[in-house]
């Protein structure tokens, strides 16, 4: 079956005026391939000396305690987002606790919803092979009921995605990201709007999954909608969170944590948000120049000061030693998240540990990429070679052989 019989969001999905069946019918719209890339990046300061805050983490704060001139703030996005991070691994332990051990359950065999939901996952299973294609190799290893969980929460990012960055983008407003927002809740309270939400509904049936990441991507999207500018590091790392980081913590619930890993659950899900904010870092030092032609720059407005750089030059697209100079630091901060995720995709279980590895070890590499086009990343798009890929991915596999450390290597 073709993935163009696939079910994207349109305005009218979001517009509550149809149902699902009415959806079934009216659906398979294709994607836009022609999609641009965002975002930028920053990096945990001063790690292994840092400040220890109230949740015990080890990251000062450089991108410092943010209050505004009337004290409405006065935490960092970074430690807000640990917060979150704190709030998951806690949910997921007390899921443990109650079901003992967690196990996938078995699907409730209702004669009829059974074809229907197979066939749901099966269709995410083509969105994935279509728009992801070493991603989905990589999932290949899982066990079948957490690959297709992933499939899902895959379909869902990409639906909400599209909103903001595919062909019905210019009639998105805020209005029909919150009735997106309501979609997602019958997700959760098991009345899924169409065919894909049921796949994504079963998911989050069968997994220690919670709300708060699929909300916040969600608000990510709303901020997509509001601005193409960003101050500083503490800005733009809760614009990741939102749009990248909250995939690293839907991931991990899915794929499991080792039952011999000594880890503790939050740093696991640490890593994770480490693996996502990383990925999303190195779109956007891929991206800059597609961005700029579309008016937006992920960027930290005040780094580019400190290098002597303006939104002009980026607009202009000039490499000189000062933009060269800037994007080494932006590089280096990136592969700092992925060091961070690296001592979490250890601690994965087994089988779930290749596409964890595949993914990190392959996004890793586009920054190679960019350094060997000579920052040039304003008219050469930095690309990995199949061959490269072909190289990488047996890597990853020999590394996903690596089991958890039998110490705890862990810990924030
Ligand atoms: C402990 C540990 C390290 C566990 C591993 C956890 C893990 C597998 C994390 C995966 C992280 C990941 C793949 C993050 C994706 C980040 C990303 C690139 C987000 C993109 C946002 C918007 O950016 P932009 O608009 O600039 O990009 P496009 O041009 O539109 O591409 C996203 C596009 C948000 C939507 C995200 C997706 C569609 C990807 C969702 C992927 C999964 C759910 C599967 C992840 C699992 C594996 C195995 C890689
Ligand atoms: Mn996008």
């Not at 719209?29 to 945990?44: C, Y």
Request: charged share 25%; hydrophobic share 40%; net charge positive.
């Amino acid at each position: 079956m073709s993935v163009a019989l696939l079910w994207v969001v349109s305005p009218c999905d979001v517009s509550n005026g149809t149902s699902f069946m009415e959806s079934v019918r009216e659906g398979n719209r294709f994607f836009d391939s022609s999609r641009h890339r965002n975002l930028v990046s920053n990096e945990r300061i001063n790690r292994g000396g840092g400040k220890q805050t109230n949740n015990g983490r080890k990251f000062s704060v450089r991108s410092a305690i943010l209050a505004t001139p009337s004290g409405e703030r006065t935490m960092t996005s970074e430690q807000m987002v640990y917060d979150v991070v704190l709030r998951q691994a806690a949910l997921v332990k007390r899921q443990l606790r109650s079901t003992n051990e967690f196990e996938v359950k078995p699907d409730i065999p209702i004669p009829g919803n059974l074809g229907l939901l197979s066939e749901a996952y099966a269709r995410c299973g083509e969105v994935c092979a279509e728009y992801a294609k070493t991603f989905n190799l990589g999932t290949m290893l899982m066990t079948p009921e957490r690959r297709r969980a992933i499939w899902a929460i895959y379909v869902w990012c990409r639906r909400t995605d599209e909103l903001v960055d595919g062909p019905n983008a210019s009639y998105i407003t805020p209005a029909a990201l919150d009735r997106w927002e309501n979609r997602l809740e019958d997700v959760f309270n098991g009345r899924p709007f169409d065919m894909l939400d049921g796949a994504s509904s079963d998911t989050v049936s069968n997994f220690p999954v919670d709300i708060q990441p699929f909300r916040g991507m969600i608000e990510g999207m709303r901020m997509d909608l509001r601005r193409s500018r960003y101050k500083n590091f503490d800005e733009l790392y809760l614009y990741w969170y939102y749009v990248a980081g909250t995939v690293g913590l839907m991931s991990v619930a899915i794929m499991g944590i080792a039952p011999e890993s000594k880890a503790t659950t939050e740093s696991v899900y640490n890593a994770a948000l480490a693996l996502g904010i990383a990925n999303q870092l190195t779109n956007i030092l891929r991206d800059v120049g597609e961005d700029a032609r579309r008016g937006r720059v992920y960027l930290p407005q005040d780094e580019l000061a400190q290098a002597g750089l303006s939104y002009e030059d980026i607009f202009a697209g000039r490499v000189t030693d000062k933009w060269r100079i800037f994007m080494k630091y932006q590089i280096h901060r990136a592969r700092k998240f992925f060091d961070e995720a690296e001592k979490g995709v250890i601690e994965l279980s087994s089988a779930s540990r290749f596409p964890a590895w595949a993914s990190l070890v392959l996004y890793r590499k586009i920054l190679d990429e960019i350094e060997a086009n000579d920052y040039n990343n304003f008219t050469k798009r930095a690309y990995v070679s199949k061959s490269k890929k072909l190289i990488a991915l047996p890597i990853a596999y020999a590394k996903s052989l690596v089991p958890p450390t039998k110490t705890v290597s862990l810990q924030r």
